[in-house]
Structures are given as structure tokens and as C-alpha cells.
């Protein structure tokens, strides 16, 4: 079972400083480092590292060309990554607080630079069955959809960052909805994470739902059953690849057939690995250090 995670690639430039700034605050950082980032590469280089066979696809500019060996080095196939001479790669400013909490500005860059020749070429080498995950940090995301749709590939979508043209892609074609309670109010309105999946599902009867809920842990819906599982006991440095890291461990299994829970409790410590680390990609743990890992796990509220 093949994976293609298309989605973006970006420079991550992270500012440690003590809080977040506030409008109309100046503020000095107590540390500068430039990573390797985006979403889609990310989410990649977890399913790289959970052993799945993931290949990449999107696009970089020249100053990005480095991005291919970071892929490659994660057990992922880049060759679906186009150069584009004529723009910068995606790029991110970040600001990481005392607490390891974040806020990002993202660049588009190269990333918004998919066009419909594109999209075909790399969907044309997939076969029904196989998985695509997608993001909201590229342009045609709907074209996207409906070519995988055609082609037979199972679509896993994580509507992140949400925006206003969100709500006008064909998510009735999503096989599984990756999302936070945050991205889960901005679909529904609805506060509560029960009423947020109950209203998902019936938007949305035929799609599956991945929910991450924090300091509650994460859970699973099919519609019929739900699957529940908590956080692990870490020291929080960087929470930016979390969410990341959680998708592309959980869809590395499930692809796999694992069963939810399994799913669920690998995802789960990979991210709880990742937080306690500083950066993007660089804190993305390997397998064997899921499978070794000997974290507590702390019940969820």
C-alpha cells in the first residue's frame, strides 16, 4: 500500500523568545534557527520514519534543492518534487515561547505554484487503494481531490491552515478528516468535541474522523465506533510538528491495517517524542524510538 503525501515544503525560521508577541510589541529573540518545515514535508518525513512507503510530492525553488536529501535520508521518495526556478521556496516565521508554545506565519512561495499538469503527472503513477494526505498550505487542493478521487486513492485530509476557500472544496470525498478541536470549531461551530463529531458526521456521513484534543488526548470515529487514547508524560519544548507527527504515524499504520488503538498509541507517542524536542523536522522520531519508548501514559480528562 503506497502513501503520497502532496502538500508543501518549506524554510522554517524559529524565534525562541519568552512570550508571544502582542500587537504593537517589540520584542528580542532569545534564539534564531533556521529548519526544515512545511506541513507536507513533515507529515511526510513521520510516515518516512514509521516505515511506511510514502512518496513526496509538491514543489520547492532552488534555495530548497537541500529538502530532497531531507526526504530521501527519512526513507521517502522525492521524486515527485519539482524544482521551480523562477520563485523561493515556502517559508515560515515562527515564534516558540517559555512554554514550547507557538505561532507561525507561512510564506506560500513555490507551494502555491501547482498547476494542473502537475497534479495529473504525479497521479497518474498511483493505483487504486493507495492513500494520498493532503493539507491546506497548496493551491488546487480541490483539483487534487477530485483526480485522486477518479484515480480510486483513498484521501486523508488535514484542513490546516483553515481558510476561507476551505469551505468550498469537495471534503464529501474525504476518506478521513485529520484535524484538532480548534480546526474542529472552525468547521462546525461547535465547542464541544462530542457535538463537533456528531456534526462532522453528518456533513460528512461517509468520512472517517482523526481528532487530536491536547492535554485530552486523541480519538477516532468511523460513524459507528469511536477510539479513544491519551498523551504520554513529556516535558513540552516545541509543540510545532506535533500535530505532524501524529498524522503521519497514525496513517502509516492504518494503511498498514494495524488496529485503531494501535494506531492511535503509536501516533501518540511519536508525538509526545516530538514535543519534547526543539524544531520542526529535526524532532520527528524514528520507529524504533516509538517502539522503545518507555513514556507514561497519563489518562486523558
Do not use: W
Not at 11 to 39: A, C, R
Not at 74 to 99: C, H, L, R, W
Not at 214 to 234: M, P, T
Amino acid at each position: 500500500m503506497k502513501i503520497l503525501c502532496f502538500g508543501s515544503l518549506n524554510l522554517d525560521n524559529v524565534y525562541q523568545v519568552d512570550h508571544i508577541v502582542q500587537p504593537g510589541e517589540t520584542t528580542t529573540s532569545i534564539s534564531y534557527q533556521l529548519f526544515d518545515g512545511g506541513k507536507g514535508l513533515n507529515q511526510a518525513l513521520a510516515l518516512g520514519r514509521a516505515n511506511a512507503k510514502c512518496s513526496m510530492a509538491g514543489m520547492i525553488g532552488r534555495d530548497g534543492i537541500h529538502l530532497l536529501k531531507t526526504l530521501e535520508q527519512s526513507n521517502v521518495n522525492a521524486d515527485f518534487v519539482a524544482v521551480n526556478e523562477n520563485t523561493n521556496t515556502g517559508s515560515t516565521i515562527i515564534q516558540v515561547d517559555k512554554n514550547g508554545q507557538n505561532s507561525i506565519i507561512v510564506v506560500g512561495g513555490a507551494n502555491q505554484m501547482i498547476d494542473e499538469a502537475f497534479v495529473k503527472h504525479v497521479i497518474s503513477h498511483f493505483e487504486s487503494g493507495d492513500f494520498i494526505l493532503l493539507q491546506n498550505e497548496i493551491n488546487n487542493i480541490p483539483l487534487i481531490m477530485k483526480e485522486a478521487k477518479q484515480k480510486g486513492l483513498k484521501i486523508a485530509f488535514n484542513p490546516s491552515p483553515i481558510t476561507g476557500e476551505l469551505f468550498n472544496y469537495p471534503l464529501d470525498l474525504v476518506d478521513i478528516l485529520i484535524l484538532n478541536e480548534i480546526e474542529g470549531y472552525e468547521l462546525t461551530r461547535e465547542k464541544d468535541y462530542a457535538n463537533i463529531i456528531k456534526r462532522l458526521h453528518e456533513l460528512y456521513p461517509k468520512t472517517s474522523l482523526l481528532l487530536t484534543l491536547g492535554k485530552k488526548g486523541a480519538l477516532f470515529s468511523d460513524g459507528v465506533n469511536i477510539y479513544r487514547h491519551g498523551i504520554y508524560d513529556v516535558k513540552v519544548v516545541d509543540t510545532t510538528a506535533a500535530g505532524d507527527t501524529f498524522t503521519g504515524y497514525f496513517l502509516a499504520s492504518y494503511a498498514n491495517n494495524e488496529p485503531i488503538e494501535e494506531c492511535l498509541r503509536k501516533a501518540s507517542i511519536a508525538s509526545s517524542l516530538a514535543v519534547s524536542r526543539p524544531g520542526a523536522s529535526s524532532s520527528i522520531p524514528f520507529l524504533s524510538e516509538v517502539l522503545n519508548s518507555n513514556l507514561i501514559l497519563v489518562n486523558y480528562e
